[in-house]
């Protein structure tokens, strides 16, 4: 409670009463000296008190909390009885709760209409059982309606099976370019699929904890069936069972909304950040904010964006249980342009699409900067990049239009700079940093190799065909 914005409210006969505070501590909230909370309505009926109000967005009051796109822990508590004149009475430890709340920048849960017309198909995991070990990641492949003509899709939603949420931690979908048949199996491990299903490699979705449904813009939509149509979907899921649960079946997946009248934009996804796996990704232990920081360069989005200007309408910042703040930021020329997006208290069970007032404008040549901040006081071993939820990610998915020939653009510091620092020896570097005895000493120089250290950076295309030569992309 210390330090917590507050709202007090009450209603007395019929009267509703409304108090701004602030808490500093566990004990009575304390009004404020500057009132900021507007009484719009308040009733009490069958035992229910409803109390409607409102205040700006920024009060300028130090005992106020600004709201922002970022993410807010939403205390809250009651108590049955009305106070005694204004002086609140202690809810007790069974009448409280807290719950993440975005307020800005998110598609509203009651979700427009349909047009008439719209069709839908469901991209779904074939009655998978569970295994029953702490993560799993699992693809299916989906053969999509076989259109004549080309068709947009203007939504996708996530369908996650009813019983089964607390163990689908994300998913992502993906187009199988060139795949016309398949013989095999198509239900399989991802690390199987990776190398059966090489084609399924375009992005188009990803849906994590507490996220919701991509709403294409009115003039947007994603392009499916044409002259090179796409014939399967893959969908992968991670599960994330750390109680070891047997028995359980899932179903879950997307559900695609799709029309015959083409709008004037076609849309795709960028995925930008940090490479997750087969690359060194250290975060020290005992570290309050750790910050993290990955980008696609100027090379890079010159080769990519070969429609010109790429404009942003929805981004979808992504990390796991370490990460407390990301955020997706723009250069020109080496100049900072400004911030796309951003979440300074980043939720790992709160995950939503972040939808742009007004489309961001991104040139070739220009860089986008994607940082993450980690919280590992509660870990006494270093936390790498990886697929378990312990382990990290840092990735933003970035929904614009019109397409490009983009698929992916990351970049992070060159392993061997910080073998030479640490002066590894014989030893690997991955065993040289789980021995080690971490002070704030050699906190500092992982900080320092994220932060300066000379990076490899790579780019793909579509069929995620890298748009240069490792060697050429070395930045210093």
């Not at 015959?260 to 795709?268: F, H, L, M, T, V």
């Not at 570097?429 to 120089?445: G, M, P």
Request: glycine letters at 8%; proline letters at 5%; a negative charge.
């Amino acid at each position: 409670m210390k330090g917590a914005d507050i709202m007090m409210a009450w209603v007395v006969d019929g009267t509703p009463f409304i108090s701004d505070r602030h808490g500093i501590g566990n004990e009575e909230p304390k009004v404020d000296e500057q009132e900021d909370y507007e009484m719009l309505y308040g009733s009490e009926s069958d035992g229910l008190t409803t109390i409607g109000y409102q205040r700006k967005l920024v009060t300028c009051d130090v005992n106020d909390y600004d709201i922002t796109t970022d993410t807010i822990r939403v205390i809250w508590s009651y108590h049955p009885d009305d106070p005694e004149g204004t002086s609140a009475t202690y809810h007790g430890p069974q009448r409280r709760g807290v719950k993440s709340v975005v307020f800005l920048d998110v598609v509203s849960s009651e979700l427009s209409e349909l047009p008439n017309g719209t069709k839908s198909f469901d991209v779904l995991i074939d009655n998978l059982l569970v295994p029953g070990t702490v993560t799993t990641y699992w693809t299916y492949h989906v053969e999509i309606p076989e259109l004549a003509t080309p068709h947009h899709v203007i939504r996708i939603e996530p369908v996650v099976q009813p019983g089964n949420e607390r163990f689908i931690h994300h998913l992502v979908v993906k187009e199988c370019y060139g795949l016309t048949n398949i013989t095999g199996d198509r239900s399989v491990s991802a690390s199987d699929a990776t190398i059966m299903y090489s084609a399924c490699d375009k992005l188009i979705y990803a849906w994590a904890i507490g996220s919701g449904p991509l709403e294409f813009p009115e003039n947007v939509g994603y392009r499916i069936a044409g002259e090179d149509p796409v014939k399967f979907y893959q969908i992968t899921v991670h599960y994330d069972n750390p109680q070891l649960i047997t028995g359980v079946r899932d179903n879950s997946g997307v559900r695609i909304h799709y029309t015959a009248n083409i709008r004037q934009y076609d849309s795709s996804m960028l995925m930008t950040g940090v490479p997750s796996l087969h690359q060194l990704f250290p975060i020290p232990p005992n570290e309050e904010a750790f910050p993290v920081y990955g980008s696609c360069n100027a090379k890079c989005s010159k080769e990519l964006l070969t429609e010109g200007k790429m404009k942003i309408f929805a981004v979808f910042l992504h990390a796991h249980l370490a990460g407390v703040g990301m955020r997706l930021t723009h250069y020109r020329n080496g100049k900072y342009v400004g911030e796309i997006s951003r979440d300074a208290d980043y939720d790992f069970d709160l995950q939503q699409f972040r939808y742009l007032k007004e489309p961001w404008i991104v040139q070739p040549e220009d860089e986008l900067l994607v940082e993450c901040i980690y919280n590992t006081k509660d870990r006494t071993k270093v936390t790498y990049g990886g697929l378990g939820t312990t382990d990290e990610m840092c990735l933003a998915f970035i929904f614009y239009y019109p397409k490009a020939n983009a698929g992916r653009c990351f970049s992070i510091p060159r392993s061997e700079a910080l073998e030479e620092t640490l002066n590894t020896g014989n030893k690997t570097i991955r065993e040289s940093l789980d021995e080690l005895d971490w002070t704030q000493e050699e906190s500092d120089v992982v900080r320092t190799w994220w932060r300066e250290g000379p990076r490899m950076s790579y780019c793909t295309d579509h069929s995620s065909q890298n748009a240069f030569p490792e060697d050429e992309l070395l930045e210093v």
